[in-house]
């Protein structure tokens, strides 16, 4: 595995990943790529520390020269793209496409970031008192620690850190103990952005963009560290459910991303050639890895049965688009890993024993990745919603219902305890606003005629109920990385009460 030259290329020495006790593996054939030192107690409190000195100096600093910073780090993940993608694809086992995709994801919001360094607007309110005047301001926050999953392993970091960097915070990233090369990579990159931004007579403090290596431990030490005034925190649900208490405990902010349980609805007027479309992307892409992955199928009744043929036809031929990630032919990599796997074969089970009937969703051996746990993407015709279909497995699975009305249809797709992300393939307006209204779809995202997977950077991103209700990248997510102010200023000569208040 040509590892050590895409380390080279982002700056690091690979001779410097032989010794530790986290031993990296890759997911695509189980090849050991690394072994690291992951940080003890002390080392965090140090790391945070550093952080914190770190942001003393950069919130002083103008929000648009920030801005410059943030835009100089885009130019370094342009001109390093294939090379950080590569990483990604032997860490996280995405295919080329995905993973360049995902470093474009990078670029995409820190030119969004760059931009928004000049619009961190307040309000001016109108005030009841003469002579005053009220008024917001946004102030810096403080240290951001981000933890975050392995499936968007560089990604989900800078959504939130090119917002934070912009906002005058510094940031604090404990990466999946799975993917921490890459991690380590994009510290790499924002020091050269540094070293630029240096140039230009600025100067980014030391500190303003830390890692932490290791497990949930680590991870759980900055959730209880008071210098940590905000949490941001990717992966499953019950990551979500520790952490959360810890911060809170503390009086500190927390921003959750958790599962999904991602459902399409597809109504009688639907284009079916569309949504066959949408549905291979959104259910078998990133081998069903994603947070957005579809992963319920809400077919009406009069065009389930010609949806499921056609889509069993199309899954039967997936099975030469299954392999290795680095070849350009391949659509489907492996999962993370063997205990994936074996997950998904217990979902699988159950969804048997609870009615369903399994179409594929066997291991697929592929030649020189024999140690890879590859699958093909399986298909369950279910006759209801069992415990199974509410539950996230983290795997290629879709599990397919009917509907006869649209009520049933909406109570269907709202009975889960996730609310990530949803769609409907409707060529019906009425269907399609309802989806869209209070009284439809209760998700974070609902689309209409596209998947429920593959958001832009430009909105909000995030989901409701156990998926978190936190909401990162665009529209004004960045308030969540700054402190709002309440400002009454009293310009005249007198005193006057709110509310009309005499006092004495
Ligand atoms: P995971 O929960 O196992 O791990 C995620 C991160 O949390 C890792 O860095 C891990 O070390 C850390 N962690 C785990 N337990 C912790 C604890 N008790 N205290 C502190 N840190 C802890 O998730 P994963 O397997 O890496 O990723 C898959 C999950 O992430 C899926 O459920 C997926 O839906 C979710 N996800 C959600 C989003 C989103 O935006 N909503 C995005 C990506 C992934």
Redesign the pocket.
């Known amino acids: 595995m040509d590892i050590a030259k895409q380390l080279r290329a982002v700056g690091l020495d690979p001779a410097s990943f032989e010794r530790g006790d986290l031993l990296v593996r890759s997911p695509i054939d189980g090849t050991a790529t690394a072994r690291l030192e992951t940080h003890d107690a002390s080392a965090v409190d140090k790391t945070i520390a550093r952080a914190h000195q770190a942001f003393l100096a950069w919130r002083s600093v103008p929000a648009p020269r920030r801005g410059e910073l943030v835009r100089l780090f885009g130019e370094e993940l342009r001109a390093h793209k294939d090379q950080l993608a590569a990483l990604v694809t032997i860490e996280a086992g995405k295919i080329v496409a995905e993973a360049r995709g995902e470093v474009q994801e990078m670029i995409d919001i820190c030119d969004f970031a760059c931009g928004l360094s000049r619009q961190l607007y307040g309000l001016t309110i109108a005030s009841e008192r003469p002579g005053h005047r009220m008024g917001e301001t946004w102030h810096p926050l403080g240290v951001v620690g981000v933890?975050?999953?392995?499936?968007?392993p560089v990604a989900?970091w800078a959504w939130n850190a090119a917002l934070a960097f912009v906002c005058g915070d510094s940031v604090v990233w404990?990466?999946?103990?799975?993917?921490p090369l890459t991690a380590l990579a994009c510290q790499s990159l924002f020091r050269r952005a540094c070293a630029r931004f240096a140039e230009s007579g600025a100067a980014a403090p030391e500190g303003l963009c830390e890692i932490l290596l290791?497990?949930?431990?680590?991870?759980?030490r900055?959730?209880d560290d008071p210098r940590v005034p905000l949490l941001s925190?990717?992966?499953?649900?019950?990551?979500?459910?520790?952490?959360a208490p810890?911060v809170a405990a503390r009086f500190g902010r927390s921003l959750?991303?958790?599962?999904?349980n991602n459902a399409m609805i597809v109504t009688p007027s639907a284009d079916l050639d569309l949504a066959v479309r949408a549905i291979l992307f959104s259910a078998v892409g990133t081998a069903g890895?994603?947070?957005?992955?579809l992963r319920r199928l809400i077919a009406h009744e009069s065009v389930r049965n010609d949806l499921l043929a056609r889509l069993e036809r199309a899954y039967s031929q997936l099975s030469s688009k299954i392999g290795d990630p680095r070849q350009g032919s391949t659509l489907i990599g492996p999962l993370?890993d063997g205990a994936?796997f074996e997950a998904m074969q217990g979902s699988l089970a159950r969804a048997r024993s609870e009615g369903g009937e399994v179409a594929f969703g066997e291991r697929v051996s592929v030649s020189g990745c024999e140690e890879g746990f590859y699958a093909r993407p399986a298909i369950v015709r279910m006759t209801k919603q069992t415990d199974v279909v509410r539950h996230?497995t983290?795997a290629p699975i879709l599990y397919a219902m009917s509907y006869g009305d649209m009520n049933e249809a909406i109570a269907m797709h709202n009975d889960v305890p996730?609310g990530?992300s949803s769609c409907i393939f409707t060529n019906d307006l009425r269907e399609a606003e309802r989806f869209l209204s209070v009284e439809g779809s209760d998700c974070g995202i609902a689309n209409v005629n596209i998947g429920p997977s593959g958001a832009e950077i430009g909105g909000a991103?995030?989901?409701e109920k156990e998926?978190?209700g936190?909401r990162?990248s665009g529209s004004d997510a960045w308030r969540n990385y700054m402190r709002r102010a309440t400002n009454t200023v009293n310009y005249g000569k007198d005193l006057p009460l709110a509310q009309g208040i005499v006092f004495g």
């Open positions: 933890i975050s999953a392995f499936n968007f989900v404990k990466p999946s103990e799975k993917t290791g497990d949930a431990k680590v991870g759980e900055l959730a925190a990717t992966g499953s649900t019950r990551m979500g459910r520790a952490v810890r959750l991303e958790l599962g999904g890895q994603r947070c957005t992955t993370i994936s996230e983290f996730q990530l991103f995030g989901g998926t978190g936190g990162e």
